[in-house]
């Protein structure tokens, strides 16, 4: 609110996907307003309403005058009254209203957009106004006609617009999407995007929840805090989480997560929004999988390239699907989960059998002869109700797998083209005594829900006989536990490789603080007090040849300003050494420690690895920086003689030691002082994943030890 009121961008576009909050936010904004004793008006469009000009501003009038009163009006000039009229004619309802035909039409519609915002920005002059329009991807052209006229008009004034649309609904061809271009272009206006909450925010949000819940909340919301809401509502009021002495607790762990009917409605009208050719395309993709090829999709849908071409184009311009760009990666994902999930469940059975079948005969069509397809290929023609099919390639599955489990990765066409292969000649299903002599193979697809995360491949029994029905179901059981496992284990990686870029973000971030600093000290504090130790000196050589007392003093100071110069480079290069940078962990630990004798008079041992390569930039920041505080802490509460430094890793860790014989201290009493340099160290090292252990006693040293896993 400030920032409108101060004058700059006064008009802020308030953008996002369905669910995550764009009416909440401001919603809760108008209330703050409304508490200070500002005035807040609320209007929205309206997706039946849209072919009706100016309702918007007649509603947002309205809730104006319901904040400001009526008697508001009463110092206002005739026309401008009767033009507000027009607009509310229930709030001003005693003027009787005519129209001049002879005027045209744009200038009725100017004189009736300078009423209502002379109106608005007289009043915001006497009080702070907070004007939210909501939906505009659903307004009438004169509605974005007004807020263009708005915002011109408002800088310099105490008024914040906030306009909110549907980052899915806006396309390029869409008005609104040039009027904010424009507005942003020539600085009247801001764009805030809001994001999908992050599993820290979740977290946060769960106060008290176990990191597995979270997980699986994460999981199947992706962070949209609609979906999040209406699951996290929907498990308690089945029962399955409750709330004891402040906690999340889990009551049952069975089953998938639910999809709310709320959650379901909200992707039915984006669906509904579709064209049907459009709508006819998705469900195909959506039997895919949650990503998939263009090839695949074309030739399962059979519509031709340029209608497939036509219906993706839609669909990214929705938001329902996205672009991926990994190497390994699909050419396109459902930008959600749960949009792909309530297509795929609300397909009749009949029509998800028969798009199981082209599906998978458009895979064999084009990547039959590949190994990698085949449990993939088995799980379509499985759901297809293709028996004789979908065992085949389990067979096929099972032969090309070495037994045990087999996780699938990501699987993409060689080459940039939709080359088609022919399906390898696949032979027919082995009979009874063709089974004894050549031994069983069972392959088991590991399902989470519909998607197949691996195969359980078994080679023939020990003793020859065949796999019963009961081996089988018992294999199914053991199957979905493997499946459990292996999802486990996949978002243990994700939220792994999740937290190593956030760490290394947030050391880069501090590191490029902590060279700003240094570069600001250098560059500007470092000269400063250099030209003033000069300016000192010459003055002390004009105090002597007037022999005038306080030469000496003079000279003392000069003294002291050069030793402050001196300790701001050391501080300057602790902030940043140039070597860690340039040459790497182990020769900018020779060149600090080799200084760090010369300043502190101290023995210090130092082992480092022979070789010298290199380690991850974080994990050597950080190392570096332990190493740091340790040698600091000696410095300055050891009253060491002997330091010793060890660092040493393999392919797994990295071990640090840090050893002094100085007077120790009681550890335990550490942990509940103000000892920021151990708080410090032991935070360094758990951000990386690692333990952290400090050993000492009055009057017998102290050993300082740091484990950090190598892969974090």
């Not at 008006?41 to 000009?53: D, Q, S, T």
């Not at 980052?167 to 272009?185: K, N, S, T």
């Not at 672009?323 to 029509?351: K, M, N, T």
């Amino acid at each position: 609110m400030a920032t409108g009121v101060g004058g700059t961008d006064p008009l802020v576009f308030v953008t996002g996907e369905a669910g995550i909050g764009k009416s909440r936010l401001v919603s809760e904004l108008g209330e703050w307003v409304r508490q200070r004793g500002g005035w807040a008006a609320r209007a929205g469009c309206y997706e039946y309403e849209r072919a009706l000009p100016h309702g918007p501003l007649a509603d947002l009038l309205r809730a104006t005058l319901a904040c400001t009163g009526t008697e508001t009006l009463e110092a206002l000039p005739p026309w401008q009254v009767e033009e507000l009229a027009r607009l509310a004619p229930d709030q001003i309802p005693h003027l009787p209203l005519v129209t001049d035909t002879s005027v045209p039409t744009s200038q009725r519609q100017a004189r009736l957009f300078n009423a209502l915002t002379l109106f608005l920005t007289d009043l915001a002059k006497r009080n702070p106004l907070l004007l939210i329009l909501e939906d505009l991807h659903w307004a009438h052209d004169s509605t974005l006609a007004w807020l263009h006229y708005l915002a011109r008009r408002l800088p310099q004034t105490p008024v914040l617009a906030l306009a909110t649309y549907r980052r899915g609904e806006i396309g390029a061809q869409h008005p609104l999407h040039g009027l904010a271009l424009r507005l942003e272009r020539e600085g009247m206006a801001s764009r805030l995007e809001l994001p999908r909450l992050s599993r820290e925010a979740l977290s946060v949000w769960m106060v008290g929840a176990d990191d597995a819940l979270v997980e699986r909340v994460y999981q199947q919301t992706e962070g949209n805090p609609f979906f999040t809401l209406e699951t996290l509502r929907a498990l308690f009021e089945a029962g399955r989480i409750r709330l004891s002495d402040g906690r999340w607790v889990e009551t049952t762990m069975s089953g998938a997560l639910p999809i709310p009917a709320s959650v379901r409605q909200v992707v039915r009208e984006r669906l509904d929004r579709l064209s049907p050719p459009t709508r006819r395309m998705v469900e195909v993709a959506a039997v895919i999988g949650r990503s998939f090829d263009f090839e695949v999709a074309e030739q399962a849908w059979g519509r031709g390239e340029e209608a497939t071409l036509e219906a993706l184009d839609e669909l990214l311009h929705r938001r329902l699907l996205r672009e991926e760009a990994g190497p390994v990666d699909r050419d396109y994902a459902f930008d959600h989960h749960l949009v792909r999930e309530v297509i795929y469940r609300e397909l009749h059975h009949r029509r998800r059998q028969r798009l199981h079948r082209q599906v998978g005969e458009a895979m064999e069509r084009l990547y039959g002869a590949r190994p990698e397809t085949a449990a993939e290929l088995a799980y379509h023609f499985e759901q297809a109700q293709e028996a004789e099919k979908a065992l085949s390639w389990l067979v096929e599955a099972g032969e090309q797998a070495p037994r045990g489990v087999r996780r699938l990765g990501p699987r993409r066409p060689a080459g940039a083209g939709a080359t088609s292969v022919a399906a390898p000649a696949r032979r027919p299903l082995p009979q009874a005594e063709e089974m004894r002599r050549i031994g069983a193979v069972l392959a088991v697809p590991l399902l989470i829900g519909e998607n197949l995360v691996g195969i359980l491949t078994l080679g023939e029994k020990g003793s020859g006989d065949l796999y019963t029905q009961e081996d089988i179901g018992l294999l199914t059981t053991l199957a979905q536990s493997a499946a459990l496992a292996l999802e486990n284990a996949r978002l243990h990686e994700e939220r792994m490789a999740m937290l190593r870029q956030q760490l290394a973000r947030v050391t880069t971030a501090q590191e490029e603080e902590r060279r700003r600093i240094a570069r600001e000290l250098h560059d500007g504090v470092g000269p400063t007090l250099a030209g003033v130790n000069i300016r000192l000196r010459t003055a002390r050589k004009l105090l002597e040849r007037d022999h005038h007392p306080a030469a000496e003093e003079v000279d003392e100071l000069a003294e002291q300003i050069q030793e402050s110069i001196q300790d701001l480079r050391r501080l300057i290069y602790d902030l940043r050494p140039a070597a860690l940078d340039e040459l790497g962990l182990v020769p900018a630990l020779r060149g600090y420690v080799a200084r760090y004798r010369e300043e502190q008079g101290l023995e210090v041992a130092l082992a480092l690895p022979a070789g010298g390569g290199r380690l991850p930039a974080a994990l050597e920041t950080a190392l570096f920086r332990i190493v740091q505080e340790a040698l600091n802490n000696v410095a300055r509460h050891a009253q060491a003689r002997r330091v010793e430094v060890e660092l040493a890793w393999d392919e797994r860790v990295v071990t640090l030691r840090v050893v002094d014989d100085g007077r120790g201290f009681d550890p335990r009493a550490a942990q509940t002082g103000t000892h920021v340099g151990l708080w410090s160290m032991r935070e360094r090292v758990k951000q990386l994943g690692g333990q952290f252990e400090v050993e000492s006693a009055p009057g017998a040293g102290t050993k300082v030890k740091a484990v950090i896993p190598l892969g974090f």
